[in-house]
């Protein structure tokens, strides 16, 4: 089932906004290669019957009051940001609209 | 409409973003509020800062399944998935959403026709923040850097999602209308569209009566009735159009362009988007219980068709102009003023015509009490107060909320006794021998000459409608 | 060198003072550090401050906690307001957030006393801390060996005595397995028994905060301090801490401890030497030790290489430069995010974040990540299988002692197999802990694991005490 391509690894690395060089997607694709054929013995078991576990303990529905805490001071967290204009984030042209 | 879509049918299916009307936000405690200065309602949680853990608000999961039982949707054990996409307004890079279990799956609408449009299903999800173009043009193409503030990161959104039921732009508008006042009757929403609090994506298609489902287009942006209804019309010709002209219609995302009336495709990414849901690991599945279902339930007050159907019971035989009436004032949730007028024994017809003209012309008439306009209407209809001097008492309520007795008592409206009236109609038909000659001989105008006169003479104090009685008596 | 438990008591009597002691620690740092590197930040004025604070509640008769003035050290991936918190990633070289953990919070409400911020394998991926973007940490016994990870700073922190108690996060062993490799115990607590409100995510279903120290009981101690509740973190247990310590004394007499055959397997000859020598001094004690197999645990090591790197592709998404840390200047948002992500990642970082994006991917989910999710049922549904017949498991921390720097940094699987033994307590959400038990042939230590069902610390606790005091 593995196989995992050189065209797979720039795949994923664009999906996950990564930049590689040749020689990096050629060692990328080998080790991730590597890790995919150990993980054959996962991929290879009948599990149809077995549910998955997303979560160790599910101990039931949990939520809060609608209540008010206290918001950071905007000071603090815009100190932190790389660019701010007019107590926003400020960032490079957006190409794409939001999908 | 082109002539190739006449013979076309238009399949139009619905996604409709609602804000919940929620004190925080979906998973902090952060304030749900429109309008404050820029990144001020912001914690760790909402900002999507290292470390941060959601936490899921009770409010607005009652609100999603009051809107789920108001659509009549089964309330389902549901659970919270990530939808993974780069997006500078997304804190977290990723969408926490409902997936494959939403909350609501499975109701319907019926619109005020009769119609019923089925409802896929209604999901909690959080919101993103709000991007400022800067630059020359002001919007996303040509602008040189955008701003980014997260007020609105994770504040709590209901997504309705319909079937492919609609059948024209206006039955399209009809649905997202009767949707609006469900979701204004359930207190989820605030229903103002203008400050974004409804946002509707159309999934617009066309094909030969009775054939399969042709390919569609999503158009984004819609954020009044008006563009809904302009943007499914232009669409569903462009398409026909296409098609007529041997041409096919390609799946894609477009957005409406409100000033140059047209949907033009929007401009993403060439990769194709991968969300890559899973199961959020920091949320617990959200699974209601029979006693929480039901105590959300018993609290839901009546939804817009029964307002109607109530309000039309009380009037009789309703006109055409007065079905409308009923429904804007439900629409726009003012109907409790002409229940509690009527309940008080004004007549019905007279309620309504007040509240649908005159209340909800008012600037925020919902801060309204019932009592005073029940009270003043009452005033009105047993004579004390005319016409015109209500609406001079209704104004000065409005703004400052006092007795309308009290308002009225000072104004000096008192009630101008009948025989004071006969007296003054006799003296003023005397005065006037060619003005009460020519209405006596059926010109109507002229009564409304004599209504003038008395109107002077008693500072307007005097009943309008006891003018024309008069007159009338004595023709 | 004087336990926690040893320093709390004296200066709660008046003994000594807090700020004798923090000076004492910050001194060893000064004297150790910069051989080992364990520290990536060290907050001097903080730490006296805070010192001061206790000493001050002292003099006023008031309790300061079962942790007065005790130094501790802070794994770099827990945020601590106004004092830099990094991950040990370039990306988040310069931030200091404006807010601190729930576990942070809660010691400090004991009396304890952060004097610092250790280092790890970059957002805690990795078994040596070779990973760091801010350079490798070295193990106190010898300098040319590792000392684990991801934990590894607060590990050697501990073992070079500039310390008595750590903090560490454990996603597949990584308080665990460089504990066993510096000589410390290390605990891992039941999944949600600790909050990981302020805990920077590596995977979220999996990460755990638990204490690193030179006894079983300060580690007991410093549990439960950290455990109980927090609204703040919806997969936190309703229940409040575990009772370790008064449990500590209980022995193992009558207990059934199951030896358990896949997690030894493996292993070095001196590392299963070791753990018969536990089991036979678990049995001098009373328990009946019975040896056992639960041969789903063999699927831990794949199912885990597929769950961590998916939550972890997701969970690393928000370093985009946006909001803070680096950012890489370029034309636009999209470039900007690449150049960022790309100059502020390590190597494995981008190969987990790039394995996991594949294994969540459409196409590859069901085959990968769902599979995956399906192997932890399994693994949990082994473990309570096991523990129908047994109290507590024991086995191997991690299959050989120290290795050498530089030794696995190239082949990913290698290293990726010395968590071999930890990473099922990780996807069962069970309790496990490390003891140390003894010396390999080279000397160096060696520790032995005892796991226990969900919420059974006490006797978790009580068995590690028994090893303890047989090492």
Same mark, same amino acid.
């Given at each position: 089932m593995s196989s995992l391509t050189r065209a797979d690894v720039a795949h994923v690395a664009a999906l996950a906004r990564l930049a590689l060089s040749d020689e990096e997607l050629d060692r990328y694709t080998g080790q991730l290669a590597a890790v995919l054929d150990h993980a054959q013995d996962v991929a290879a078991l009948d599990l149809g019957s077995t549910a998955p576990t997303a979560h160790p303990f599910a101990v039931g529905t949990v939520v809060r009051d609608d209540v008010l805490v206290a918001c950071l001071d905007r000071d603090e967290v815009l100190a932190q940001a790389p660019a701010v204009e007019d107590d926003r984030f400020c960032v490079p042209r957006i190409i794409g609209e939001a999908p | 409409m082109t002539s190739g879509a006449a013979a076309l049918e238009t399949v139009v299916g619905l996604e409709v973003h609602t804000e919940l009307k929620t004190a925080t936000k979906l998973f902090c405690g952060c304030p749900n509020r429109f309008g404050d200065a820029p990144n001020t309602n912001v914690c760790p949680v909402c900002l999507g800062l290292p470390g941060s853990l959601p936490v899921l608000n009770r409010q607005a999961v009652e609100l999603a399944m009051a809107i789920g039982t108001a659509l009549g949707c089964a309330i389902r054990p549901s659970s919270f998935h990530r939808k993974n996409y780069f997006y500078p307004d997304m804190p977290k890079d990723y969408q926490i959403s409902q997936y494959d279990e939403p909350i609501n799956v499975d109701g319907h609408l019926a619109l005020p026709d009769g119609t019923l449009v089925g409802i896929e299903r209604a999901h909690l999800e959080e919101d993103t923040g709000k991007s400022t173009h800067v630059g020359s043009s002001g919007r996303i193409h040509g602008a040189d850097r955008s701003l980014v503030d997260y007020n609105r990161a994770g504040v709590p959104l209901v997504e309705i999602v319909s079937a492919p039921d609609l059948r024209s732009a206006a039955g399209a508008r009809a649905y997202v209308a009767e949707l609006r006042g469900i979701l204004v009757a359930t207190g989820a929403s605030d229903g103002r569209m203008e400050e974004g609090s409804l946002r509707i994506d159309a999934n617009v298609s066309v094909r030969a009566p009775g054939a399969a489902l042709g390919t569609r287009c999503e158009i984004k942006?819609?954020?009044?009735?008006?563009?809904?209804?302009?943007?499914?019309? *232009?669409?569903?010709?462009?398409?026909?159009?296409?098609?007529?002209?041997?041409?096919?219609?390609?799946?894609? /995302?477009?957005?409406?362009?409100?000033?140059?009336?047209?949907?033009?495709?929007?401009?993403?990414?060439?990769?194709?988007?991968?969300?890559?849901?899973?199961?959020?690991?920091?949320? #617990?599945? #959200?699974?209601?219980?029979?006693?929480?279902?039901?105590?959300?339930?018993?609290? #839901?007050?009546?939804?817009?068709?029964?307002?109607?159907?109530?309000?039309?019971?009380?009037? !009789?035989?309703?006109?055409?102009a007065q079905r409308d009436q009923v429904a804007s004032v439900v629409a726009d949730d003012l109907d409790r003023f002409v229940t509690a007028a009527a309940d008080r024994?004004?007549?019905?017809?007279?309620?309504?015509?007040?509240?649908?003209? +005159?209340?909800?012309?008012?600037?925020?008439?919902?801060?309204?009490?019932?009592?005073?306009?029940?009270?003043?209407?009452?005033?009105?209809?047993?004579?004390?107060? =005319?016409?015109?001097?209500?609406?001079?008492?209704?104004?000065?309520?409005?703004?400052?909320? +006092?007795?309308?007795?009290?308002?009225?008592?000072?104004?000096?409206?008192?009630?101008?006794?009948? !025989?004071?009236?006969?007296?003054?109609?006799?003296?003023?038909?005397?005065?006037?021998?060619a003005e009460w000659a020519r209405y006596r001989e059926g010109d109507e105008k002229l009564a409304q000459f004599f209504v003038g006169q008395v109107m002077r003479e008693t500072s307007g104090k005097a009943d309008g409608k006891a003018v024309v009685a008069g007159l009338a008596a004595r023709r | 060198m004087t336990t926690a438990v040893e320093l709390a008591e004296r200066v709660r009597s008046g003994a000594t003072t807090a700020r004798a002691t923090v000076e004492a620690a910050l001194g060893a740092v000064a004297d150790h550090d910069g051989a080992l590197h364990a520290f990536l930040h060290v907050d001097g004025d903080g730490a006296r401050a805070a010192a001061d604070r206790v000493d001050a509640m002292v003099a006023d008769g008031r309790d300061p906690g079962p942790l007065a003035g005790v130094p501790v050290a802070l794994k770099?991936?827990?945020?601590?307001?106004?004092?830099?918190?990094?991950?040990?990633?370039?990306?988040?070289?310069?931030?200091?957030?404006? @807010?601190?953990?729930?576990?942070?919070?809660?010691?400090?409400?004991?009396?304890?006393?952060?004097?610092?911020?250790?280092?790890?394998?970059? *957002?805690?991926?990795?078994? =040596?801390?070779?990973?760091?973007? *801010?350079?490798? /940490?070295r193990n106190p016994h010898d300098h040319t060996r590792v000392p684990g990870g991801s934990s590894g700073g607060s590990a050697a922190a501990v073992a070079a005595g500039m310390v008595p108690l750590g903090l560490g996060s454990d996603t597949g062993g990584s308080i665990r397995q460089p504990a066993a490799l510096c000589g410390v115990v290390g605990m891992k607590p039941t999944y949600g028994m600790v909050s990981r409100y302020g805990l920077i995510a590596f995977a979220s279903s999996l990460d755990q905060i638990g204490p690193l120290a030179a006894t079983v009981e300060d580690a007991a101690v410093c549990l439960e301090v950290i455990a109980g509740h927090d609204p703040m973190d919806s997969t936190s247990l309703p229940e409040g801490p575990p009772s370790v310590v008064a449990a500590l004394d209980d022995g193992v007499d009558g207990r059934r401890v199951g030896l358990v055959r896949e997690l030894v397997d493996g292993a070095a000859d001196d590392v299963v030497a070791a753990v018969t020598r536990a089991a036979a001094a678990l049995e001098a004690a009373g328990a009946r030790v019975v040896e056992c197999s639960v041969p789903e645990l063999r699927l831990g090591l794949s199912a885990y290489y597929l769950i961590a790197p998916a939550e972890a592709s997701s969970n690393l998404a928000r370093y985009d430069g946006v909001r803070y840390g680096l950012r890489v200047d370029a034309?636009?948002?999209?470039?900007?995010?690449?150049?960022?992500?790309?100059? !502020?990642?390590?190597?494995?970082?981008?190969?987990?974040?790039?394995?996991?994006?594949?294994?969540? =991917?459409?196409? @590859?989910?069901?085959?990968?990540?769902?599979?995956?999710?399906?192997?932890?049922?399994?693994?949990?549904?082994?473990?309570?299988?096991?523990?129908?017949?047994?109290?507590?498991?024991?086995?191997?921390?991690?299959?050989?002692?120290?290795?050498?720097?530089?030794?696995?940094?190239?082949?990913?699987?290698?290293?990726?197999?010395?968590?071999?033994?930890t990473i099922p307590s990780n996807l069962s959400g069970e309790a496990a802990i490390t003891v140390p038990f003894g010396a390999g042939a080279d000397g160096l230590p060696i520790g032995v694991q005892l796991l226990s069902p969900a919420r059974a610390e006490p006797r978790l606790f009580a068995a590690a005490r028994v090893l303890e005091a047989a090492a």
């Open positions: - | 942006n819609l954020n009044s009735l008006r563009s809904l209804q302009r943007a499914i019309e *232009f669409e569903a010709d462009r398409q026909a159009a296409l098609l007529a002209g041997g041409g096919t219609v390609v799946q894609e /995302t477009r957005h409406w362009d409100e000033e140059a009336g047209c949907t033009v495709p929007m401009r993403s990414k060439e990769e194709a988007y991968d969300y890559r849901y899973f199961p959020e690991p920091d949320l #617990l599945p #959200l699974v209601p219980d029979d006693a929480w279902r039901d105590r959300v339930a018993a609290a #839901l007050p009546p939804m817009p068709a029964a307002r109607r159907a109530a309000l039309l019971e009380r009037l !009789g035989d309703a006109t055409p024994g004004v007549p019905a017809a007279l309620a309504l015509a007040r509240v649908a003209n +005159e209340v909800a012309a008012l600037e925020d008439p919902g801060a309204l009490d019932e009592h005073g306009v029940a009270t003043l209407l009452e005033m009105e209809a047993g004579g004390e107060l =005319s016409a015109t001097q209500a609406k001079t008492v209704l104004a000065e309520h409005a703004a400052s909320g +006092e007795d309308p007795r009290e308002l009225a008592r000072r104004r000096g409206f008192e009630r101008v006794a009948d !025989g004071t009236l006969d007296a003054l109609l006799d003296q003023l038909i005397a005065q006037h021998p | 770099d991936n827990l945020c601590t307001r106004g004092v830099p918190t990094t991950a040990a990633s370039r990306i988040l070289e310069g931030w200091t957030p404006p @807010y601190t953990a729930t576990v942070v919070d809660r010691l400090v409400a004991a009396g304890a006393v952060p004097v610092g911020k250790t280092n790890l394998d970059e *957002f805690a991926m990795g078994s =040596s801390t070779e990973n760091s973007g *801010f350079g490798p /940490t034309d636009d948002v999209t470039a900007m995010n690449v150049a960022t992500r790309t100059q !502020g990642f390590g190597d494995e970082v981008k190969r987990r974040i790039m394995l996991g994006t594949y294994a969540l =991917s459409a196409g @590859y989910y069901d085959a990968y990540y769902g599979q995956a999710q399906r192997v932890r049922t399994l693994v949990a549904q082994a473990f309570a299988a096991a523990y129908a017949d047994c109290d507590v498991l024991l086995g191997a921390t991690a299959p050989t002692t120290a290795f050498a720097l530089g030794s696995r940094t190239t082949d990913p699987m290698a290293m990726y197999l010395s968590d071999v033994f």
